[in-house]
């Protein structure tokens, strides 16, 4: 961002107010994108042609739209700046959110949920608001500042749900998804903030180039495969654990208990990796919240269901949940430095979403299948094993500290 001698415009643009509106967004979009599995039992109680499964399938849409626009909107964030991507992403979220409550059929659930959220987060999310927050501090900080902007996405998980339990409870379904729209507005006001364009030393590579790079380096393989697995454990996990419980004759408190656990332990989790990310082995670390995350599910499932194992394994969930995304974005950054980061972890979540789109959707296929989610809950266990082992061959170190590409000297500069 170009030096101004406005002490309004150095005040709005200060990387510590660009890390607070970004936590915000974060907060708000990721927030109340976690809050939506408990619209599943009202909904399909209330529409007739609505199952879990076609519930399912429009949650699994909207993670995949998310994923498929995502490349798109970072690469006009690096080449346009990231605040009318956001801007829009908000107006997006909001339509789509107005356009669920109005929904008589699947159709209009798959439109509102599935299409306008999903586009609606592609903008707004990890790798237009990461990617904004990423290039306006050091490298030494930087794994840190992203994990206080994921930590806004935690926050916003851990606050959603009693504020989207006590909506549907006192008001109705779609009047709660209208006020929801109305929160989702704020991510509008604050974009502005986030207007500022890459500056860094190597800003004469080109997107191609860029591209090249990523897609022939095998660490940057490794971590898309790896992020799949992350969506796919996530989305299944944060749409059907509610109605698993539901079906353990638990309590129907518990659902939304498990899931606001979840948001309270990732802030703890987020927290923690971000900082550990700048001192330790960010793969290493990687690899250790996959095991943990296959660990705590298999416990779980082998247990007999009851309240408290079901909010400890909640516990133990929500401190690896959204742990992966500075560590991962982080390495993205170490790796080709941040001139292209939104577009590079654009890709990244592509996969991711494609996992969350399978996650989500089979989780309620398998259901209406076989009558139970075991078949899903198992293989939860097993890809959380392949993601560790696959990041261990990561190579974390800079091409700029390698020296291998012509121009990439400064690119970490």
């Given at each position: 961002m170009p030096a101004t001698s406005n002490p309004a415009a150095r005040f709005l643009f200060d990387p510590r107010f660009v890390l607070l509106a970004g936590s915000l967004i974060a907060l708000v979009a990721l927030g109340m994108r976690h809050s939506f599995g408990l619209f599943l039992d009202p909904i399909a109680g209330s529409l007739p042609d609505v199952d879990r499964e076609a519930f399912g399938f429009a949650i699994a849409l909207q993670n995949l739209m998310w994923g498929v626009a995502q490349p798109f909107a970072g690469m006009i964030a690096d080449r346009f700046g990231s605040a009318r991507v956001i801007f829009v992403g908000g107006m997006l979220y909001a339509g789509g959110l107005v356009c669920a409550s109005a929904a008589s059929t699947s159709l209009g659930l798959v439109l509102g949920f599935g299409v306008l959220v999903g586009v609606g987060l592609s903008a707004t999310s990890y790798a237009v608001v990461l990617g904004a927050v990423g290039r306006r501090f050091p490298p030494g900080r930087r794994t840190s500042a992203l994990g206080i902007a994921s930590l806004g996405g935690s926050l916003g998980i851990f606050l959603s749900v009693p504020v989207t339990l006590s909506l549907i409870d006192s008001l109705s379904w779609p009047t709660a998804l209208v006020s929801l729209a109305l929160v989702a507005a704020v991510i509008c006001v604050l974009a502005p903030v986030l207007s500022g364009r890459s500056v860094e030393p190597n800003a004469d590579q080109t997107l191609k180039s860029a591209l090249g790079e990523a897609l022939s380096h095998r660490g940057f393989v490794l971590l898309v495969l790896?992020?799949?697995?992350?969506?796919?454990?996530?989305?299944?996990?944060?749409?059907?654990?509610?109605?698993?419980?539901?079906?353990?004759?638990?309590?129907?408190w518990l659902g939304g208990a498990a899931l606001a656990t979840i948001g309270a332990t990732n802030i703890a989790g987020t927290f923690v990796c971000g900082v550990m990310g700048d001192i330790l082995s960010k793969k290493k670390i990687l690899v250790a919240l996959y095991l943990a995350r296959s660990g705590a599910v298999a416990v779980f499932v082998l247990l007999a269901p009851s309240d408290v194992s079901t909010l400890l394994f909640a516990a133990v969930m929500g401190f690896t949940w959204l742990g992966t995304v500075p560590l991962t974005t982080g390495i993205v950054a170490q790796i080709f430095g941040a001139r292209y980061l939104a577009t590079l972890v654009g890709i990244v979540f592509l996969m991711h979403?494609?996992?969350?789109?399978?996650?989500?959707?089979?989780?309620?296929?398998?259901?209406?299948?076989?009558?139970?989610?075991?078949?899903?809950?198992?293989?939860?266990?097993?890809s959380g094993v392949l993601a560790a082992v696959i990041h261990l061959p990561i190579n974390e170190r800079s091409l700029a500290d390698?020296?291998?590409?012509?121009?990439?000297?400064?690119s970490n500069a």
């Amino acid at each position: 961002m170009p030096a101004t001698s406005n002490p309004a415009a150095r005040f709005l643009f200060d990387p510590r107010f660009v890390l607070l509106a970004g936590s915000l967004i974060a907060l708000v979009a990721l927030g109340m994108r976690h809050s939506f599995g408990l619209f599943l039992d009202p909904i399909a109680g209330s529409l007739p042609d609505v199952d879990r499964e076609a519930f399912g399938f429009a949650i699994a849409l909207q993670n995949l739209m998310w994923g498929v626009a995502q490349p798109f909107a970072g690469m006009i964030a690096d080449r346009f700046g990231s605040a009318r991507v956001i801007f829009v992403g908000g107006m997006l979220y909001a339509g789509g959110l107005v356009c669920a409550s109005a929904a008589s059929t699947s159709l209009g659930l798959v439109l509102g949920f599935g299409v306008l959220v999903g586009v609606g987060l592609s903008a707004t999310s990890y790798a237009v608001v990461l990617g904004a927050v990423g290039r306006r501090f050091p490298p030494g900080r930087r794994t840190s500042a992203l994990g206080i902007a994921s930590l806004g996405g935690s926050l916003g998980i851990f606050l959603s749900v009693p504020v989207t339990l006590s909506l549907i409870d006192s008001l109705s379904w779609p009047t709660a998804l209208v006020s929801l729209a109305l929160v989702a507005a704020v991510i509008c006001v604050l974009a502005p903030v986030l207007s500022g364009r890459s500056v860094e030393p190597n800003a004469d590579q080109t997107l191609k180039s860029a591209l090249g790079e990523a897609l022939s380096h095998r660490g940057f393989v490794l971590l898309v495969l790896g992020f799949f697995v992350c969506g796919f454990q996530l989305a299944f996990i944060g749409t059907h654990l509610p109605a698993y419980l539901l079906d353990r004759h638990l309590a129907p408190w518990l659902g939304g208990a498990a899931l606001a656990t979840i948001g309270a332990t990732n802030i703890a989790g987020t927290f923690v990796c971000g900082v550990m990310g700048d001192i330790l082995s960010k793969k290493k670390i990687l690899v250790a919240l996959y095991l943990a995350r296959s660990g705590a599910v298999a416990v779980f499932v082998l247990l007999a269901p009851s309240d408290v194992s079901t909010l400890l394994f909640a516990a133990v969930m929500g401190f690896t949940w959204l742990g992966t995304v500075p560590l991962t974005t982080g390495i993205v950054a170490q790796i080709f430095g941040a001139r292209y980061l939104a577009t590079l972890v654009g890709i990244v979540f592509l996969m991711h979403q494609i996992g969350s789109f399978l996650g989500a959707w089979l989780g309620g296929l398998v259901f209406e299948h076989t009558g139970n989610y075991d078949i899903m809950w198992w293989s939860v266990v097993a890809s959380g094993v392949l993601a560790a082992v696959i990041h261990l061959p990561i190579n974390e170190r800079s091409l700029a500290d390698e020296g291998t590409v012509p121009g990439r000297a400064l690119s970490n500069a």
